[in-house]
């Protein structure tokens, strides 16, 4: 009999506790701290420590697995997207009073800190983080890596009451009693080592189940993306009869993680150590496991984040047998964090000139930013273009410069001024997305309505979709699952100008709410896709946008409204996680 130790304790002022040792036959044997004066452990924790009661039509228990979680800017624990969409489902599950805990992890060193080198081109930091909000839940469990080795996992807890969320377990083996090795698993989210990345998805998908059992379980357990699948098989191996729910974000399959079946295996990925031939039946294609095709597999429920989404990950795997249906649940994001309070009150109020008012009191802070990070004062009344997002081959960050002839002309009209900010974090080993922040960085540097800033979290994010008057989109069509920026970006007034992908289609009203290009055949060559594009943005800019801004500033702001008025509760992460939960999580009648 093989015993796992498992020990949490349970925190309290009036009971006193002992250790009691369970043994079963099954491989995964746990001790638990018990109360001498009630032994009902499950009873005790059935809020999962909610400072709520919990909404009845939101009463399943449900454990959120996401390898990001982007919840405030001093706890920095996401790279993008990913990690902001699961920080407005937090904010919004706690603000509906739903039954749901996140499982996170840990990061030491975060994604990292985009700082810059002396000739102002890109620096990668990575500096260690200490949070000391977080608290420790007292829940440590082991899991194996390399199948035999084990690996301590201890869980701090984030508290509803710090940041305003449901409670988030993040998870981490930087413990006493793990090795070096062992310890640096937590470091950096997206290690670059493929054996790390592996034991991230082991700690991540076993460690958090684990954890879960040890809060005394879930109804539905919900994996934001593949990287905590081997919950999905620490879920099959224990005979567990609970609901699994799977969100699938990356609409390439390049960008689907796929590894060979025997090297997870050995690396102790499923959970237990397989025969070859069980390692077969785990192959998705070859001899690969596909991970979206496996936990599809698994999923009683999956979903995509945008309507256009679900279209295009149903044709990538329509010819996987066993897979779940996918259906749309649109991304959104959370209204009362990203939407600023005078804005949302001058829209309530249809009041233009207290909307023109702080409008240009946000820009006047982004614009501080500027100047601090580049020496540039920006003026509050000229129109600002935004492009901040993740920086990635396939959302351009540079097709304004794909036509320098016309860029300079842009730049250089004296009766429509313009000033062109760009953010956002290039993956710290993707040597073309580095190359193409630095090329905007030295384009940019000795031009004064231009601007590269560094440090793009939820701070910067927010000064610029509040100080943007134009939210600008670039990804080929097809390529951008969702999209979210520009809906927190809408929140404040600023008018998203975008291809026709990801989440927009379902906003879009074109010169009504936003600016849309027209779409472009995604089967051309992506050179050609790239110089329709850049015409037609060039088109919208100079015969649409800067026309109206400058010269029909009511039409501008009836634009503005109207995709606000649009926005609003469509977008909001409330109606996502009411959705998540009607659509997901609930069983079938």
């Excluded at 706690?94 to 060193?109: A, C, H, R, S, T």
């Excluded at 539905?220 to 729910?245: C, W």
């Excluded at 649009?566 to 997901?584: C, G, H, I, N």
Aim: proline content about 3%; hydrophobic content about 35%.
């Amino acid at each position: 009999m093989n015993e796992l130790v498992l020990a949490f304790y349970l925190k309290s002022q009036d009971l006193f506790y002992s250790f009691i040792s369970i043994s079963t036959s099954t491989k995964f044997n746990f001790i638990v701290m018990e109360t001498t004066l009630d032994n009902n452990i499950n009873n005790k924790l059935a809020t999962w420590n909610h400072p709520y009661k919990v909404a009845k039509q939101f009463d399943r228990r449900t454990a959120y697995f996401s390898m990001e979680f982007a919840v405030h800017q001093g706890l920095k624990t996401y790279s993008g997207g990913l990690g902001f969409l699961a920080g407005s489902h937090m904010r919004s599950a706690f603000e509906l009073k739903q039954n749901m805990i996140g499982v996170g992890m840990l990061w030491k060193y975060g994604y990292y800190d985009q700082n810059r080198n002396r000739d102002q081109t890109l620096r990668v930091d990575f500096v260690e983080k200490n949070y000391s909000f977080l608290e420790d839940s007292g829940l440590e469990v082991e899991v194996r890596v390399n199948n035999n080795y084990q690996v301590k996992v201890r869980a701090m807890v984030l508290k509803p009451e710090v940041f305003g969320t449901v409670p988030i377990y993040f998870l981490t083996t930087d413990v006493e009693g793990n090795d070096f090795l062992s310890r640096s698993i937590c470091n950096n989210l997206y290690d670059s080592n493929q054996e790390t990345r592996v034991a991230q998805s082991i700690v991540l998908g076993i460690g958090g189940a684990k954890i879960i059992e040890a809060l005394g379980g879930a109804d539905v357990y919900h994996l934001n993306e593949g990287h905590g699948l081997p919950a999905f098989y620490h879920l099959q191996n224990q005979g567990k009869k609970v609901q699994m729910a799977f969100t699938t974000h990356t609409p390439e399959r390049a960008g689907n993680t796929e590894r060979n079946a025997y090297y997870l295996n050995n690396l102790g990925f499923f959970g237990n150590r397989f025969s070859d031939e069980e390692v077969r039946q785990k192959m998705t294609n070859g001899d690969n496991v596909n991970y979206t095709v496996a936990a599809l597999r698994f999923a009683d429920k999956a979903n995509a984040v945008s309507k256009l989404h679900a279209v295009v990950a149903a044709d990538m795997w329509k010819d996987f047998s066993g897979t779940a249906k996918i259906t749309p649940i649109t991304n959104a994001q959370n209204l009362l964090f990203w939407q600023d309070s005078e804005i949302k009150k001058a829209w309530d109020n249809k009041d233009t000139k207290a909307f023109d008012e702080r409008k240009k009191e946000l820009k006047n802070v982004l614009f501080e930013e500027v100047l601090q990070q580049t020496g540039k004062i920006f003026d509050p009344e000229v129109l600002t273009i935004v492009w901040a997002r993740r920086f990635a081959e396939y959302k351009r960050a540079d097709l304004l410069l794909r036509d320098l002839n016309r860029f300079e002309e842009l730049l250089n009209n004296a009766k429509y001024p313009v000033q062109i900010i760009w953010a956002g974090k290039p993956y710290p080993t993707d040597s073309y997305a580095m190359g193409v922040f630095n090329r905007l960085v030295g384009y940019s540097k000795y031009r004064s309505n231009l601007a590269v800033l560094t440090g793009y979290e939820i701070s910067l994010s927010s000064k610029l979709k509040k100080g943007s008057d134009v939210w600008l989109n670039t990804p080929r069509i097809t390529r951008e699952a969702s999209g979210t920026s520009g809906m927190s970006a809408a929140f404040n007034g600023s008018i998203n100008l975008s291809t026709d992908d990801g989440w927009i289609p379902e906003f879009a009203k074109n010169e009504k709410n936003c600016f849309v290009l027209p779409q472009v055949d995604y089967r051309l060559p992506t050179h050609q896709q790239d110089y329709i594009d850049s015409n037609n943005l060039y088109d919208i800019l100079m015969e649409k946008v800067l026309p109206t801004f400058y010269d029909k500033p009511k039409e501008w702001k009836k634009i503005t409204f109207k995709a606000i008025d649009d926005m609003v509760p469509t977008f909001t992460s409330a109606r996502m996680a009411k959705q998540y939960y009607k659509e997901l999580y609930l069983q079938d009648k």
